[in-house]
T-cell receptor, first 111, second 114 residues
Framework: AQRVTQPEKLLSVFKGAPVELKCNYS??????LFWYVQYSRQRLQLLLR??SRESIKGFTADLNKGETSFHLKKPFAQEEDSAMYYC?????????????FGQGTILTVHP | EAGVAQSPRYKIIEKRQSVAFWCNPI?????LYWYQQILGQGPKLLIQ????????DSQLPKDRFSAERLKGVDSTLKIQPAKLEDSAVYLC????????????FGDGTRLSIL
């Protein structure tokens, strides 16, 4: 069974401060991990995925298989980062497959 | 490219009534997903289509929910009869064929059951 846990429902930081959104997963095989973001009044959209190993909008996330984690980090938060963030898992090696989402973390960046 | 289109955006019905949602995926995307997102929770997959065939409907309450994807393009999701606990946002997503393809989401339909 696949399971994704985001332990923080709410996270508040000040502009310029570092931010880390936690994500832990449970899956017996080789997973694909994603972070999706939903800004106010916008649709859910892909932020980044672990296989790309890229930085998007200053965010990075590293898959740690030993700790089964995929935390999202940004060294200097901006007000426009305020949004709902979802961590999601998909069974690896499949050409298509369902996403299992965490409950989400609401990030608020204060000026 | 045009995104995933869903309609209606909002729907209010009374319990025991029926309701239908429509989704038009991104052109050329073979895989289509319907998710249910209850307030305060992450989206949960209800059903997944590959072209017009069902790949996964293990979490679809089949006594009241049904979905079809005629001709492998548009899809409809129906609830009959609706229950109070069906109040949620229903999201449609699509993805192209191929490994490691991300899913693209529509705006969703917000359903309220009175």
């Amino acid at each position: 069974a696949q399971r994704v846990t985001q332990p923080e429902k709410l996270l508040s930081v000040f502009k310029g401060a570092p931010v880390e959104l936690k994500c832990n997963y449970s899956y017996s095989g080789s997973p694909e991990l994603f972070w999706y973001v939903q800004y106010s009044r916008q649709r859910l959209q892909l932020l980044l995925r672990h296989i790309s190993r890229e930085s998007i909008k200053g965010f990075t996330a590293d898959l740690n298989k030993g700790e089964t984690s995929f935390h999202l980090k940004k060294p200097f938060a901006q007000e426009e980062d305020s949004a709902m963030y979802y961590c999601a898992l998909r069974a690896g090696g499949t050409s298509y497959g369902k996403l299992t989402f965490g409950q989400g973390t609401i990030l608020t960046v204060h000026p | 490219e045009a995104g995933v289109a869903q309609s209606p955006r909002y729907k209010i019905i009374e319990k025991r009534q029926s309701v239908a949602f429509w989704c038009n995926p991104i052109s050329g995307h073979a895989t289509l997903y319907w998710y249910q997102q209850i307030l305060g929770q992450g989206p949960k997959l209800l059903i997944q289509f590959q072209n017009n065939g069902v790949v996964d409907d293990s979490q679809l309450p089949k006594d009241r929910f049904s979905a079809e994807r005629l001709k492998g393009v548009d899809s409809t999701l129906k609830i009959q009869p609706a229950k109070l606990e069906d109040s949620a946002v229903y999201l449609c997503a699509s993805s192209p064929t191929g490994l490691n393809q991300p899913q693209h989401f529509g705006d969703g339909t917000r359903l309220s059951i009175l």
